[in-house]
């Protein structure tokens, strides 16, 4: 099992839907959560923590089931500048800021 | 905010060239920094964790004298890619680690193709 996985795309929504991705990670003990985004041929930039209560940020919630193990994004009114590739990192317990990435799932939005 | 600069962004070169790529933390200390590698449509994996004043700790399968790793300051890591084969193009991503308060910042990336 790897240790991120996700669902790799794409997902195609109009300009204006609302669009939810999850991400499942394998080891228990971890114990951070990010969203990153990755444009195409870019490096990743850090869209926001995941915490356990949950957190929004803009059009943006993300939420983390520790006893289902994954992580989920919602944005909400998609705009076509939220094209890109979102990845989902988790650092494992004493992994030291060591980052796993999953593969990403790639969005597109159109008009 | 914080920056790291990560050179050169681009390196097209021959099969049995090394190439040494460098990642600068411009405004803070870095003890640490990390370099990963991305494949096309691959998520990016971790190839080894530089330390400075340190070796580098290498991931499982990354061969050490492949891809050298020094981390001479505190703001500056390189990456040799020795002898250079078209398996290694890839893209090849450093990310620093801000000693004040642990946050991790990426470079730009260096897209490395060998013919």
């Known amino acids: 099992r790897k240790e991120v996985e996700q669902d790799p795309g794409p997902f195609n929504v109009p300009e204006g839907a609302t669009v939810a991705f999850n991400c499942t990670y394998s080891n228990s003990a971890s114990q951070s959560f990010f969203w990153y985004r990755q444009d195409c041929r870019k490096e990743p930039k850090l869209l926001m923590s995941v915490y356990s209560s949950g957190n929004e940020d803009g059009r943006f919630t993300a939420q983390l089931n520790r006893a289902s193990q994954y992580i989920s994004l919602l944005i909400r009114d998609s705009k076509l500048s939220d094209s890109a590739t979102y990845l989902c990192?988790?650092?494992?317990?004493?992994?030291?800021?060591?980052?796993?990435f999953g593969t990403g799932t790639q969005l597109k939005v159109e008009l | 905010g914080a920056v790291v600069s990560q050179h050169p962004s681009r390196v097209i070169c021959k099969s049995g060239t090394s190439v040494k790529i460098e990642c600068r933390s411009l405004d803070f200390q870095a003890t640490t920094m990390f370099w990963y590698r991305q494949f096309p449509k691959k998520s990016l994996m971790l190839m080894a964790t530089?330390?400075?004043?340190?070796?580098?700790?290498?991931e499982q399968g990354v061969e050490k004298d492949k891809f050298l790793i020094n981390h001479a300051s505190l703001t500056l890591s390189t990456l040799t890619v020795t002898s250079a084969h078209p398996e290694d193009s890839s893209f090849y991503i450093c990310?620093?680690?801000?000693?004040?308060?642990?946050?991790?910042?990426f470079g730009d990336g260096t897209r490395l193709s060998i013919l």
């Open positions: 990192v988790v650092n494992p317990s004493g992994g030291g800021n060591k980052l796993t």
């Open positions: 530089s330390n400075e004043g340190s070796k580098a700790t290498y």
């Open positions: 990310s620093a680690r801000d000693a004040r308060d642990q946050s991790q910042h």
